[in-house]
């Protein structure tokens, strides 16, 4: 197997971290480039002592600059801020280097919408009209093509596979989607700040970024994509006193009332039969965030209500891993020709 | 001041346990009684190291037997199961004692439901009827006047409190209204049980009694009642990786889609105004679970999504103080003559 | 009662926050001034939610100036950092404004061991001549005649309270005392850093500062003096993925190897007879910090090992609450002449 | 490479759980046997959410008997109880299938000392004389060589590996060493049992099994080996608000109280250069339980104390994966002729 060298840029966020893991146990890709300016000198075994011992621990983290990034990677991961990232995607993609981005820089195809809701220009409209949406289960295709990738945000990957049966079979309107997601602290990011200290989340629950999270129009724009059809909705975060994991519950309305558990969940196992990561439980199972830690599953449970007349999805996913890291390796996977599981293959630790 | 003479039967929950700490601070009630069949003959500090060297430490538990608990106690606490708890009420109320029940025997007024639900006969019909539902802020005057006093589920106490100003103010739709809440561990109660082990709780998020969890008829019967109108709605609760506290999202949607945030918040204050618990916080704040630990306050955030047309509420409490123990003791306050915060002034615990 | 006028410098931090909610309920104190140079202008209950409709939620936090504070409070609590807090307390006690200091600024008795932990100069020797070290169960009387107290460190009282009956019934060797304390994560302070995070805290546990603790010469005075002789000993803290609490295993060498562990617990049982907060439990059982929580209770455990001849104490607090603000409460209760338990009698919330 | 059948006897415990973890990604092993009488017909995946779609999901849960183990197995791993286990391992070794014992049944060389401590009779003298102490870095060839391997204890595992080159490098005294261990709570086994319920564990912390826990001489059994001398320790150990890991703070005298923390360092480093999975942090710096989740790494920081004369050893596993499942895997490997690491090689989940 050829193995392939691989820049990550950005690496004090928790996103970044779960990069170095998932590297040190892939077969094709070697970690040759890792950029931070504040951490630029040490070695990445000293800044991640989980890390020592095993592959990538030696590499010395540098300060990103695109000429070397391209000379010595056939492929980098962005791991920065929405509106750092599109000004280093393009050096590297003009250099021919294939691009990961965590960032939303490249993920609403309508730069307009980006500028309402991230509040700053787009300055790399060619790139993002090529940007192609990357879960791997609905866009195989076109990823293994692509040169730039936008990677999706973790919410909005858990709701989309979430809700993709139930749109593929009609069994539920567009209008009324309510979806009340829920994540480990690891999503806030790994900034100093007061809000995430453990004091401040540890023992307590509570909601934030409502009406208006960043991750509405991703999620609209792909369902929509889905449907065929415009879709609203609206989107809830909450914060869990857990480090990983997001579990959605999704609120719909059925078509017709009367479709049962069993009628629904038939149509998710059949959509989602074969699938490598998304399991359809037991028809009565509902999902838990921990078996799918540290791996790439997402977890779905249907229930129906005869009472209300709804269909309610469970999705849940490691948002660090197949919300973030994971699925940027398995879209680099498919970039590079790689099988998509290559270095995914670890059973979630419970 | 008079001091009353309590009897709780049932400790060996946590919602017996919140009993015996306020008690323990109480000016106005003194625990005399304490019943467990199988803690019988400790001490109450040798069962609750927490308790020792505070009132009620030296009460020694024993086997409830009514004519016992007549004639040394004013009033009752019973938090033993439903099923259990209307047989022991009986007696206890012909022998002239005032009893707050805090199982689910007495708060489904329709005997019918209460079997569809709990799946037993209920064999208490006369009580039944005379019972009062208790919340204070609700039904004070009847409160007061009672023998019997059913004590709300803590998922009640919180989504009837959240969405009461929007009824009274007629803000939302009766229909459509989805309730995903969201409780601490305690709220599954203290048996020995392993989906509650430490491990299986911990650093992971799940749903659980989808869709039919028995707190709904509850729910839907009290709203439907403050709107005058029959309500249907969906309630989903979850399990939060926390102790105490319950934070209901609730979903309904806008009569008028153009309301404001503003507007809401406005209607929401002003119902609630001179509340001395219901807690309507600043526009733009949302609450969290910590902020009401340990005492009897239910805060409530509002938000208008004019995307949506949603009027989206956020309700919180400590599901043991305020969603059992401490509520109960305001019934007990009341149904003594005493204030209602009596002994439930102190500050939450952060 | 009389009430007495307080104010507290310094609201940001775990200590200050815990201030506030116990004067809350304090029958004869109220906050009349909150100082804090970040927050200044903002209503209390604003920066502390839990606060709101609460005594002390109205106070407007204001920048500390000495003449304000002395002009409106008869008490003063400064929970700055070390360093900073020698420089108020000067002023304020020639204005005869009693002072109680949460920093170590005071705790040690000589300016140059001081200067050798804490690596800056001491600028108020006279001030540090007459300050007395406060805790109630010692210096009762001491403290109930000065107009300054050192408000003891958090794992110091946890560690001197533990150690006190040994050392008093003169059952061990002063040699080769072992310390392994463990603290809950509020015990670092609510600054913004990664090393506090969440994600960094849960689910890991980890030793830090060794092994040279600041607490150590603290911890080696107060043990010393009691002693009667000079004691050297290893003090070693851990951080627990918890909020709240402190357990200290104290490792000892029994003087007589064939002590039993009833002869043990019989001197501990006698030396703490009658005291307020100071629970010996019974033989066998061992302390947990949950059953402190909140309050000022110190729960001692005490186990003799024939195997190793040692006696093994394990000591109990809530680090906020009696190693903070409780204890500084009840030490400004004697300074005003008030019962030391005026305002701190709730039990733990377990 | 050939693939190896394995059996696991005892699954609904944690250390059975991530066996069948390890092994779903195990290359030259398969799980082909998985018992237990309570979950007898259940597919290990319908048992095992986490499991589903991996190898091993598909095993159906059987009861075990010994003929139908060896017919279809190459080793066995029985993770049932001390005192189940020997039972279980005679019939197996006797039908010439390697055997791993997670119990303490083969860990002690003198029967009378397991009598003592395990409170039961051993029945079989001759495997214990045979039996082999499982640490892969101490007993790679006898390993090698056994049919029967006694897989160490989570505790010991920590408490060996720590001491071992403070031992061979004859730095310390064999007097007066104290071992301070805290572990998670699936340590304490997955039992439906109120003190390892979730709201007995989060945010509290306690000792436990003072002063006579099990695993002390089963400690004081390897360190005398290693030493060539007897010692007799106190070990102690607590229960951490956490899933995984377990951190050993080991308190023990310097022969030269002028041994610089340089010193120490250099001679850990050297007894451990070149080792697959001991892990020397670098000088100052401390290990933390979460470095090594979920793999096979022993953290270990050194720290002396000229002032007390101390060498202070901290060290950190996996109580699962190093102190159980891992470690088992390992000794497997190498009892089937294939590399240690063979299956082990994940980098920790952080």
């Known amino acids: 197997m050829k193995t392939y060298r691989v820049?990550?840029?950005?690496?004090?966020g928790y996103a970044g971290m779960e990069v170095t893991r998932l590297l040190a146990g892939h077969p094709a890709m070697r970690l040759v480039?890792?950029?931070?300016?504040?951490?630029?000198?040490?070695?990445?075994?000293?800044?991640y002592p989980f890390l020592e011992k095993l592959p990538g621990a030696d590499v010395v983290i540098s300060v990103f600059e695109p000429e070397k990034a391209a000379a010595s990677c056939d492929i980098v991961f962005l791991s920065v801020p929405a509106g750092t990232a599109m000004g280093m995607a393009v050096p590297l993609i003009a250099r021919g280097v294939k691009v990961v981005d965590f960032s939303a820089d490249f993920r609403l195809r309508d730069p307009q919408l980006y500028e309402?809701?991230?509040?700053?220009?787009?300055?790399?409209?060619?790139?993002l009209r090529e940007a192609v949406y990357g879960i791997p289960e609905l866009y195989a295709g076109q990823i293994a093509g692509a040169r730039l990738v936008a990677n999706p945000g973790c919410y909005p990957t858990c709701a989309i596979l979430g809700l993709h049966a139930a749109l593929r079979n009609d069994l539920?309107?567009?209008?009324?989607?309510?979806?009340?997601?829920?994540?480990?602290?690891?999503?806030?990011?790994?900034?100093?700040?007061?809000?995430?200290?453990?004091?401040?989340?540890?023992?307590?629950?509570?909601?934030?970024?409502?009406?208006?999270?960043?991750?509405?129009?991703?999620?609209?724009q792909e369902v929509s994509l889905l449907a065929g059809r415009e879709i609203r909705l609206s989107f809830n975060p909450h914060l869990v006193p857990m480090n990983r994991g997001i579990?959605?519950?999704?609120?719909?309305?059925?078509?017709?009332?009367?479709?049962?558990?069993?009628?629904?969940?038939?149509?998710?196992?059949?959509?989602?039969?074969?699938?490598?990561?998304?399991?359809?439980?037991?028809?009565?199972?509902?999902?838990?965030?921990r078996y799918v830690r540290g791996g790439m599953f997402c977890d779905i449970g249907v229930v129906t209500d005869p009472r209300t007349g709804r269909l309610i999805i469970l999705s849940t996913i490691d948002n660090l891993c197949r919300g973030a890291a994971g699925q940027a390796i398995a879209n680099a996977n498919l970039m590079c020709g790689l099988p998509v599981e290559t270095g995914l293959t670890s059973a979630p630790v419970v």
């Open 172 to 220: 539920i309107e567009s209008e009324g989607i309510v979806i009340d997601a829920k994540s480990g602290a690891s999503g806030a990011g790994r900034k100093a700040a007061v809000p995430t200290l453990f004091c401040e989340v540890t023992d307590t629950f509570r909601a934030y970024g409502l009406p208006r999270h960043r991750h509405t129009p991703e999620i609209e």
């Open 116 to 127: 309402e809701w991230y509040s700053h220009a787009h300055t790399a409209h060619d790139l």
């Open 7 to 12: 820049g990550l840029v950005g690496i004090t």
């Open 247 to 289: 579990l959605a519950a999704i609120y719909t309305t059925l078509k017709n009332p009367r479709t049962t558990t069993d009628e629904a969940h038939r149509a998710f196992s059949k959509t989602w039969e074969g699938s490598r990561w998304v399991r359809v439980l037991p028809k009565g199972a509902l999902p838990e965030t």
């Open 33 to 47: 480039t890792a950029c931070s300016r504040a951490e630029a000198g040490k070695r990445l075994g000293e800044f």
